[in-house]
């Protein structure tokens, strides 16, 4: 009598413990609520032999749940998979497995427990849907085929904002002679060709007044690394994948992570067990790696409007683009829609070649470009630094110099690409031309049109808007502003809204 006594007690205290924590999830307090689950959980394990069974189920995937809303998602993994050894078919704990994956951008394991939650219970109206969003999904990650034409055309209505996925296209990391390790292409693409696709592991966004100081971009930064080394302490995976991020020291022995291990199906196989990085680390990583959207050298934001007193800041950690070294001669750009990044070739791109962005601007003259680049804390050695420093040019930097810079050139028999790096030094001169109908009068004759060197310069370190300005808006122009606007902004669009872009 007394041990059923004591039993009904303890079903009792299990049931009040129940009705706790489903109150602290309807609260969102997830921590508190998965701590309660252990407890439920460790009591139904050492208590009544099968009896408990169902509410063990119950208890493991709502901690599943609990730990998956405070971003705990391999241990929740876990909870849901004891869930499934319980009762194979428990619906609500498929439908959260597959949420999870979904989340983690496994779309084919994502899709798999969908299938076997709509076997077990065919009513539940959100499966089709979500079967379709990881076909969706899924056919993303394999092609890279992005179109955001729609919501383009629709003024960037943040309703039909796409939905991006994963994709990891013809790349992979390899020892770099710039620095460490590069991020380089497996084929020869062409310009405007997607790359790489890929969501934020940290990010913030504050919209700031213009004249607001450095303080208030310290308080981001600050938000920012203090987020970042939360997740990094709950979540072992976001902790093994930035620990393959540099630290900005040249590094003697490199590692060279393979491509697969940023792909999303292999998140699984992912090593858990790398020692926490520790805040000075964290925050070295942080530092080399993580983008500022402002940047916009190589950035371009689609969507977003500043208003006249007030702008968008926002820091991201992008993983697989953070192996991407500067070059002068830059061959990708990136595109930021929401928390992903497109990165998408900006001029045509040779099999086996470094992938590399524009840190800073690289349509300004060497010695300018010297001084950012050691703001960045390093001497760039790329192709065209090294034949600069050859072709010593002494140039005025205004516009009355460029038919000298033009007729030495020629003199020299310099080839097309090299005419385009030294183009590029001095943009600002050509464009201060191009852009006055009285200088080009002037200089009519006496330097080659806009068209061709705006060609010529985009050829050499890829295209830039500043280019487009430049292009006459004749109607002839129309196919060359659209292949400059594909530089731009990737093939991510149609003709139509491209055209609407520039
Ligand atoms: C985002 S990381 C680039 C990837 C890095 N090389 C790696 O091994 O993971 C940025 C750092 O790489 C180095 N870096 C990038 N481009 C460089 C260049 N052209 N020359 C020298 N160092 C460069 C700088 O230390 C910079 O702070």
Not at 25 to 37: I, S, V
Not at 155 to 162: N, S, T, V
Not at 292 to 303: I, Q, W
Not at 381 to 397: A, K, Q, S
Request: net charge neutral; proline share 3%.
């Amino acid at each position: 009598m007394g041990a059923v006594r004591e039993e009904e007690a303890e079903e009792e205290r299990i049931q009040n413990l129940r009705s706790k924590a489903t109150e602290l999830l309807l609260r969102e307090e997830f921590e508190a609520a998965a701590k309660l689950y252990a407890e439920i959980i460790s009591l139904c394990r050492t208590n009544s032999g099968g009896k408990l069974r169902k509410v063990l189920c119950l208890a493991h995937s709502n901690r599943a749940e609990a730990l998956a809303r405070s971003s705990r998602f391999a241990q929740a993994l876990i909870d849901c998979d004891e869930a499934l050894k319980i009762e194979c078919s428990h619906s609500k704990t498929l439908i959260r497995k597959g949420k999870i994956l979904l989340n983690l951008n496994r779309y084919a394991s994502a899709a798999d427990c969908f299938r076997r939650a709509k076997k077990a219970d065919s009513s539940d109206p959100s499966l089709d849907p979500l079967l379709e969003r990881c076909r969706k999904l899924e056919s993303l990650s394999k092609s890279g085929a992005v179109d955001v034409s729609g919501w383009v055309a629709a003024g960037f209505d943040a309703k039909r904002i796409p939905e991006l996925g994963e994709y990891v296209g013809p790349v992979e990391v390899k020892l770099s002679d710039a620095s460490n390790r590069g991020l380089f292409s497996t084929k020869a693409v062409d310009s405007g060709t997607v790359l790489v696709i890929t969501k934020a592991v940290a990010v913030d966004r504050v919209i700031m007044p213009r004249d607001s100081g450095e303080g208030s971009q310290l308080v981001l930064w600050k938000n920012f690394v203090d987020g970042v080394e939360e997740s990094v302490h709950k979540c072992g995976e976001l902790n093994a994948l930035l620990s393959t991020l540099s630290t900005g020291e040249r590094e003697s022995i490199p590692q060279v992570p393979k491509i697969d291990f940023f792909k999303p199906e292999a998140a699984a196989d992912r090593l858990l067990d790398k020692p926490p990085l520790q805040r000075s680390e964290l925050v070295s990583i942080l530092d080399t790696n993580s983008m500022l959207e402002e940047d916009g050298n190589s950035a371009k934001v689609l969507g977003r409007n500043s208003s006249s007193d007030h702008h968008y800041r926002s820091v991201g950690l992008w993983i697989l683009p953070s192996f991407i070294n500067h070059s002068c001669r830059p061959n990708v750009r990136r595109t930021h829609i929401g928390d992903h990044v497109i990165v998408h070739a900006s001029r045509d791109v040779a099999a086996g070649e470094e992938l590399t962005f524009a840190y800073f601007d690289v349509l300004a003259p060497p010695s300018r470009r010297r001084e950012m680049a050691a703001d960045w804390g390093f001497e760039c050695r790329c192709g065209r630094c090294r034949f600069e420093e050859e072709e010593v040019f002494e140039m005025m930097g205004d516009s009355a110099a460029v038919d000298r810079l033009e007729e030495t050139m020629a003199r020299r028999g310099l080839n097309a690409k090299e005419k385009g790096m030294l183009r590029a030094s001095f943009w600002e001169a050509y464009e201060g031309v191009f852009t006055s109908e009285e200088r080009k009068k002037k200089w009519r004759g006496k330097i080659p049109a806009a068209e061709t060197v705006a060609e010529s310069v985009a050829e050499a370190v890829g295209c830039d808007e500043r280019m487009l300005r430049v292009l006459s808006s004749d109607s002839n122009g129309v196919e060359r502003r659209l292949k400059i606007g594909r530089g731009i902004y990737g093939k991510i669009m149609k003709k139509s809204a491209l055209n609407t872009l520039i």
